[in-house]
């Protein structure tokens, strides 16, 4: 019996351990969900107020411009723009990767450990160093302001890491498929559309919520080559909560809030496949 | 394609054959170009100008050629080579913190079978920050007046004073430290969660049997199978790490006293504030080597570890 | 020594019993085989003697401990896995001398051991490797190695020739009976293929649905089938079994078929049966032979004329499908000829070898 | 966040400056001048306090038929990053953009010189120190839009209560009034601390901020930056008392243990939440610190102007916001038009009415009578003391390119010294011979 008992003190500490563990992950998170919901002066309070004692939806009612007070923040213009430009560029680099991936999971080729190891190696590079040149690149083009000019940097950005996992995931499945499907009939595109991709899908699902969850967050270098509602994103409104001196931090919380529920709705959905796709696509091979 | 598809087909068409051998590389262009566009091409400009004594504010003295001035004045300046350890640091501690706690998190989910989904949601909460967001939520947290941990541990009792968590010499690096582990941990949580998963039950069996208690199984076992998705999660981590820019920028912005000044910050301030762009892209290249360097090593002990593990199942 | 005695063991798994009270003793150097269909409850005996499962009750003795509550490390056994479970990230010599490595033994010993392993198992070009890069005969060999190098009291195989191919398969079962032979350890083993088990146990255990149905030395329970599960489980191919109902004729007892067949009783099964009880009629495709390449059949015997379906060449013997009574049936000829199909032949039935069985309950009516 | 200047925080601010604008609106009969159909692109400072003005944007539209197309509207540190972006792109395709007095003489020509373009009667109604301050080597490169300077505010209740005022006596030797010298603020801000719980005073802590403070105390002590020779000269006794000014209170305690992160909005929440005695601030934040929504001690400040240093001159860093016409601009006059519309009277009047000080001398007597109408005292004694500090006390930093530069060799020294990581003379030294590099390299020595 006392195996009985070592078991369940052994629970008992993991549960214990993991509620430690998820606390401080969620506590800090949570607290901006909490202030989302409270008048500054109450976050901002010292000594402090732990129970929001006049809760209510009157910083997201700024900033829609709803109600009495007002910050002039195009909120469904950012969403839009966030929108728009993390899941083009999310569906683009997928598309680049799984034409990436394909080639490095069923091609022998020359040079092709150095291409790869120069692709991933691209990431390498710091926005900071990067964002001057875009920049004026950029502006040659007439990109710059532009939705398009976000989606190729983050295309670029995602690109490497989507054809990582999406070739260990094509890897992982038997070329035999493909074969016994061109046999039956298919062209070698057909046979990928119809047998490989379905396999693979868990993989580029999860390549695809690594490169939606960049985009989507990504600051230093929407910041540089935003200009205006045209083109600005969620995280790049964030700083319209910065006035010159004072940061209007219970209104930033309401648009953190905006920007998180979408990325975690999305998490939530496609998690399943995220954990399958990086346990083969990642390893595997 | 196998290599005997290729000689085969290369017997009867030749033609075809040579098409064939173009096909991965046409499969690659679209890659190959935008990561030439969008990375090659900016940082051959910013190499060349890293030999000029640009400023941003006069477009003229793009073409005022430098030789090796910039490096050597950056070579020679103590507070670079500062920011640079401290970076290398940084770097390692928050690599190495990320990956234990990483995967303290995954064993302990791993092990619990009830709401497992909602925690595994919850684990991943910290990854819907955008960095910005996470520098300004632990400015506020660690902030010395009104920040909320410094409320709370003195309405605990367990702290008198104000304690000063972005001034202080060792508290400034901790707490940046700390906002960007709780960023980044998920990373390796979810990674090493989807290690454990995979993992063959067989030779966890074995080692059981063959005489290991559950440390030796964890020790020699879990692990090493762990290790390449420690390697991904590490080589994932090096390539964007310098996120932790947008961090550091909001919460200390490198000071005080340059105590959490990193590469990244000190590239920012001379470039953009100084105006020194020239400079500036010298200090970015040596900090790009150091980026390379970190990836390339995990990436290596990544394609070494994955070697074996062909033969897991 | 290492008798193994299990003692009204029961496994449930949450309310569900897998195993319902199984008794087994398991004499030293005895090897063992523990045959079934999936499902039965042979693989989770195995795992709950080498500790990877819990007891839900009973006692599991090896040698004079109980080992209940002994973690695996701790019952000084060795296991071979069906998917040999050998560590990846090691080379084979590291394979086979981690268990000696984590038992602290001094280096040279675990060297010779590892040395002496890989010479009986023929591995000594493959010690650099790693598993991924052996084939699936090697693997099971590193496995296997990396059993023996420990002496342990005891082996458990856990279907380990399942993922080979026909070939290999036979191969390794020789090696493994030499193996017993060599190392002379207690084994059980564990196999869903009943050749494997009539080849290389001393005893059979026969399961079925968490229960043992019958222990005994392969030709027992080739021979005496205790029932209808048994007798069909073991052998190949397996027992012919035509359901029928006894009726008198001329004073003695008959086995009615359908459209009126009849074969009589055999003599020594006379006392157990009553006029009109439903019984089954099993009989091995050995005990049927066209007349014209019969053997002389020892004692009473039965003539039967059948029209063959299909017949199938093997070389030594030809298996010929017939339909008797509506049921697809089985005989084997000897000295064999082609058949063409539909041919019309008369073959004898050899009535001392068949079994009976009760319908009801499935027991061989001859024990 | 480097720049000088002030402000308040900006709850509540647009909806009610919008409703006032239009009403304003009526009584405008200045000729504006007609753009029909062309589009005029600007770049204006963002931030909730700075929105109400633009609010009346469409009434110029209406007026010259013109369209506003806003390309950027950011807080000037991100629109001083981008501006030099574009000066780096030669993407200078904009007309008029916010401006600054610490960044203007960072963007060379980049804009224009408004003297003979917008008209001299209306540069008359300036005060004459705001268009000097906006003027860079000859240039008015900028039309200023509002003032700021800093001046002491204070919780009255402290320096009228009888045991302060007994101890402090007693443990100092003169009397308990509102700080008149630099030392005295020294000696009162630690007289008062009771850390954790209650400061002295406070400070900014990096950036151009704390320069900035050092800057106009180090002059108040008789130094200065550079001499007349651009030699930085800024390690000087003066320079080391300006230092030690700030170390003294950090070593004591009397200021909080975060203040090397502080910059103006901790300042300002700070006094605010009313556990900060003396407070060193920007005209902005006064109504903030008198509205009893925001502030723990609404209707207990005092105010008075900044103390003098050891060399009795008083400290007045000052700068202001402006609006700035490039010099590529297709539309000087449309843009013309624009800035005087900005900066007219009723205008500034909007802002003023949120503490923001204006630059024309005559908005101060309407706003002043105002407040006066309205029954507000506090502002009206806001207003009368800034005034005075505007008129007698205020100074800029060197109006060069290389300002931010040097800020930024001098504030990471500052706090080093602070922190006890250097001495001040060290520190002082080793800043010096950085700034002397860039001089250098600038061409200026």
């Not at chain 1, 989302?36 to 002066?41: D, E, K």
């Not at chain 1, 016994?180 to 868990?202: M, N, Y």
């Not at chain 4, 109504?287 to 103390?307: H, M, T, Y």
């Amino acid at each position: 019996m006392d195996r009985v008992l070592k078991k369940r003190i052994g629970k008992i500490v993991t549960w214990f351990l993991t509620f430690v563990l998820m606390l401080i992950i969620s506590v800090p998170g949570l607290w901006v969900v909490l202030t989302a919901f409270r008048p500054n002066r109450e976050v901002l309070a010292k000594p402090a107020i732990w129970i929001p004692q006049d809760p209510g939806w009157t910083n997201f009612a700024k900033i829609f411009g709803f109600g009495a007070e007002q910050i002039a923040i195009p909120v469904p213009a950012y969403f839009a723009n966030s929108l728009i430009i993390a899941s083009t560029s999310t569906v683009i680099a997928l598309l680049i990767g799984m034409s990436g991936g394909y080639a490095f999971a069923r091609y022998r080729f020359k040079f092709k450990n150095k291409i790869f190891l120069g692709l991933m190696l691209s990431r390498t590079v710091p926005g900071i160093a990067l964002s001057l040149p875009i920049f004026i690149i950029w502006s040659r083009l007439g990109l710059i302001d532009a939705k398009l000019g976000l989606i190729i940097v983050y295309v670029a950005l995602n690109v490497p890491f989507t054809i990582w996992l999406i070739d260990g995931f094509f890897r992982q499945i038997p070329k035999e498929m493909s074969e016994a499907a061109q046999v039956d009939g298919c062209t070698r595109w057909q046979a990928f559309w119809h047998i490989e991709f379905p396999l693979a899908k868990s993989g580029i699902a999860s390549a695809g919520i690594f490169a939606f969850l960049t985009s989507w967050n990504e600051y230093a270098l929407a910041s540089n080559l935003t200009r205006s509602t045209d083109s600005k994103t969620l995280p790049v409104g964030l700083m319209d909560f910065t006035a010159q001196f004072t940061i209007d931090w219970a209104g930033m919380s309401a648009m953190a809030v905006i920007i998180i529920i979408p990325a975690l709705i999305l998490t939530f959905l496609v998690q399943k496949h995220l954990i399958a796709g990086l346990t083969f696509g990642g390893v595997k091979g | 394609m196998t290599q005997a598809d290729v000689a085969s087909t290369a017997n009867i068409r030749p033609r075809r054959r040579r098409r064939r051998n173009l096909t991965p590389f046409l499969l690659l262009s679209p890659a190959i170009l935008v990561i030439l566009f969008v990375v090659l091409l900016p940082l051959l400009f910013s190499f060349y100008t890293s030999f000029t004594g640009y400023r941003l504010i006069k477009p003229e003295t793009l073409y005022q050629w430098v030789g090796f001035q910039n490096y050597q004045r950056i070579f020679a300046d103590k507070n670079f080579w500062a920011a640079f350890g401290r970076t290398v640091l940084f770097l390692t501690i928050a690599l190495n913190l990320e990956f234990l706690l990483g995967l303290g998190i995954a064993l302990l989910i791993n092990r619990i079978t009830w709401g497992q989904r909602a925690l595994r949601t919850m684990m991943m909460f910290p990854m819907m920050f955008s960095p910005i967001l996470v520098g300004y939520q632990f400015k506020f947290i660690f902030n010395d007046n009104i920040g909320i941990l410094n409320n709370a541990l003195q309405a605990l009792g367990l702290s008198e004073g104000a304690i000063p968590w972005l001034v202080d010499k060792y508290l400034a690096m901790f707490s940046i430290l700390f906002a960007e582990i709780w960023m980044s941990t998920s990373v390796f949580a979810i990674l090493l969660l989807a290690g454990l998963f995979a993992m063959p039950r067989d030779p966890l069996e074995a080692a059981r049997v063959d005489g290991c208690n559950p440390w030796q199984v964890f020790r020699h076992i879990t692990l090493p199978f762990l290790m390449p998705f420690a390697f991904i999660a590490m080589t994932i981590r090096s390539l964007d790490v310098a996120r932790a820019y947008d961090i550091v920028d909001v919460m200390t912005g490198g000071g005080p006293a340059g105590r959490t000044e990193l590469l990244w910050t000190l590239i920012a301030r001379v470039g953009y504030d100084n105006a020194r762009m020239g400079q500036a892209n010298a200090m970015a290249y040596i900090s790009i080597l150091l980026s390379i360097a970190f990836t390339y090593y995990f990436f290596t002990k990544l394609i070494a570890a994955r070697k074996y593990m062909g033969g897991a199942d | 020594m290492a008798a193994i005695r299990i003692r009204d063991v029961v496994k449930n798994y949450g309310k569900l019993e897998v195993v319902h009270g199984i008794n087994l003793d398991i004499a030293h150097n005895e090897f063992v085989v523990l045959v079934g269909p999936s499902g039965c409850g042979k693989s989770t005996t195995l795992r709950m003697i080498a500790g990877l499962e819990d007891i839900t009750g009973g006692e599991i003795f090896i040698g004079d401990r109980v080992v209940n509550d002994l973690p695996p490390r701790k019952r000084d056994i060795s296991m071979v896995f069906q998917n040999y479970a050998l560590y990846p990230h090691m080379t084979v010599r590291e394979n086979l001398g981690f268990g000696l490595k984590i038992a602290k033994l001094a280096k040279p010993v675990i060297e010779e051991r590892v040395n002496e392993a890989a010479a009986i198992l023929g591995i000594d070009e493959l010690m650099e490797r790693t598993p991924a890069e052996l084939s699936g005969g090697q693997r099971q060999r590193v496995a296997m190695g990396r059993a023996i190098v420990r002496h342990p009291q005891v082996f458990l195989f856990d279907e380990p020739l399942s993922n080979l191919d026909a070939k290999l398969r036979v191969q390794m079962r020789t090696e493994i009976k030499r193996l017993h032979q060599t190392v002379r350890t207690t084994i059980v083993y564990v196999t869903h293929d009943q050749v494997e088990a009539m080849t290389l146990a001393d005893r059979i255990v026969v399961m079925k649905d968490g229960y043992i149905e019958q222990v005994g030395s392969p030709l027992e329970v080739f021979e005496h089938p205790v029932n209808t599960f048994v007798a069909t489980f073991i052998g190949s191919p397996p027992m012919n079994m035509i359901a029928g109902r006894i009726v008198k004729k001329d004073g003695h007892f008959h086995i009615a078929f359908q459209a009126d067949q009849t074969v009589p009783v055999a003599a020594d099964l006379a006392r157990t049966v009553t006029e009109g009880q439903e019984v089954i009629f099993g009989f091995r495709a050995d005990d049927l032979m066209p007349d014209e390449h019969a053997m002389p059949i020892p004692g009473a015997s039965s003539r039967l004329r059948l029209k063959v379906d299909i017949a199938e060449p093997l070389g030594t013997e030809t298996i010929l499908f017939c339909n008797f009574a509506g049921k697809d049936i089985q005989a084997k000829m000897l000295n064999p000829r082609p058949v063409p199909p539909g041919e019309v032949m008369d073959f004898s039935l050899a009535i001392d070898k068949a079994h009976l069985f009760d319908a009801a309950s499935g027991h061989n009516l001859r024990n | 966040m480097r720049l000088s200047r002030t402000m308040a925080l900006a709850t509540g601010v647009a909806l009610s400056a919008l409703l006032m604008g239009t009403a304003i609106a009526g009584d405008e009969n200045f000729d504006y001048g007609s753009f029909e159909g062309y589009t005029l692109r600007v770049k204006l400072i963002g931030g909730a306090q700075y929105e109400p003005l633009y609010a009346t944007i469409s009434e110029w539209e209406e007026m010259t038929g013109a369209k506003v197309d806003v390309l950027s509207r950011k807080n000037h540190f991100e629109l001083d990053r981008e501006i030099k972006q574009d000066i780096a792109a030669g993407t200078l395709d904009w007309c008029v953009a916010s401006n600054h007095t610490s960044f203007a003489p960072q963007y060379g020509n980049i804009y224009i010189d408004l003297n003979g373009v917008i008209a001299e009667d209306i540069l008359a109604e300036f005060q004459p120190l705001a268009l000097q301050n906006s003027t860079v080597d000859d240039r008015l490169v900028q039309l200023p839009r509002h003032s700021d300077i800093s001046n002491l505010y204070y919780q009255k209740s402290l320096f009228e209560d009888q045991a302060n005022k007994d101890g402090f006596k007693a443990e100092y030797g003169y009397d308990l009034n509102p700080p008149e010298t630099w030392d005295q603020f020294k000696d009162q801000a630690m007289f008062f601390a009771d850390p954790p719980r209650f400061y002295g005073t406070q400070f900014v802590g990096k950036d151009e901020a704390i320069t900035g403070r050092f800057y106009e105390l180090l002059v108040a002590n008789g130094g200065n930056l550079f001499d007349e020779n651009w030699n930085p000269i800024f390690n000087s006794p003066a320079g080391v008392e300006a230092v030690q000014w700030f170390k003294e209170l950090y070593d004591a305690q009397a200021v909080p243990a975060g203040v090397p992160n502080y910059l103006w909005d901790d300042t300002g929440l700070g006094f605010a939440s009313g556990t900060v005695a003396l407070n060193l601030d920007w005209a902005g934040w006064a109504s903030f610190f008198n509205d009893p929504e925001n502030s723990q001690v609404a209707g207990n400040i005092g105010l008075v102007r900044a103390p003098v240093g050891s060399a009795g001159i008083r400290t007045g860093w000052s700068g202001s916001h402006s609006f700035s016409i490039t010099a590529t601009c297709d539309n000087t006059e449309a843009a013309a038009s624009f800035v005087t519309f900005l900066t007219a009277n009723d205008r500034q009047m909007i802002e003023a009415r949120k503490g923001l000080l204006p630059t024309r001398a005559a908005v101060w007597d309407q706003a002043k009578a105002e407040f006066a109408a309205d029954g507000n005292d506090f502002m009206v004694n806001v207003f009368e003391t800034y005034a005075q500090s505007m008129a007698e006390d205020a100074f800029t930093p060197p109006l060069i390119a290389e300002w931010i530069e040097v800020s930024n060799e001098i504030w990471p020294r500052l706090q080093a010294a602070i922190l006890g990581e250097m001495t001040p003379q060290e520190a002082l030294d080793e800043a010096a011979g950085k700034a002397r590099i860039i001089m250098e390299d600038a061409g200026r020595l």
